[in-house]
């Protein structure tokens, strides 16, 4: 599955904490666009889609969340709870978003700009696609 955990640079002092993402190092992408997600009930779940070409770093820049991935073949859910690392996830791959704790912001650094055609939000549709590029 086409998905990493990304350790940022921390830069911790008395004075608190700087985390550093850097294209070329810590990021695989320039970034074109982010977004951030806060506000989310309890029982709330978002996502539940993959995209063609978009790739994305999720970071729990306060509290956390769940996040569920799903390349066709297998699933897999992580846990975001650091300000300090990201979850770097590819094309292609299904994701949902829940368990958000109440005070959660989840930043998202985007490879690209904002795009609907991007987004597959049906999951047979999403298994059809990957046999198509196989
Ligand atoms: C993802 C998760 C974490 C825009 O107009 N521009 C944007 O850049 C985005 C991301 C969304 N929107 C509009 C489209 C919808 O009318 O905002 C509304 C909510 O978007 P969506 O239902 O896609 O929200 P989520 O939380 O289900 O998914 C979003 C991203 O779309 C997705 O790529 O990984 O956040």
Known sequence: MDIKKI???NHSDPRGSLVVAE??????????RIYYIFGVGGDQR?????????RQVYIAIHGSMKVLLDDGER???VLLSDPAEGLYIGHNVWREIFDFSEDAVLLVLASETY??????????AFLQSLKENK
């Open 23 to 32: 294209w070329g190092k810590e990021l695989p992408f320039e970034v074109k």
């Open 75 to 77: 699933q897999e859910t």
């Open 46 to 54: 978002r996502g539940f889609h993959s995209h063609k070409a978009l």
């Open 115 to 124: 795009a609907e055609s991007d987004y597959i939000r049906d999951h047979d």
């Open 7 to 9: 350790r940022f640079q």
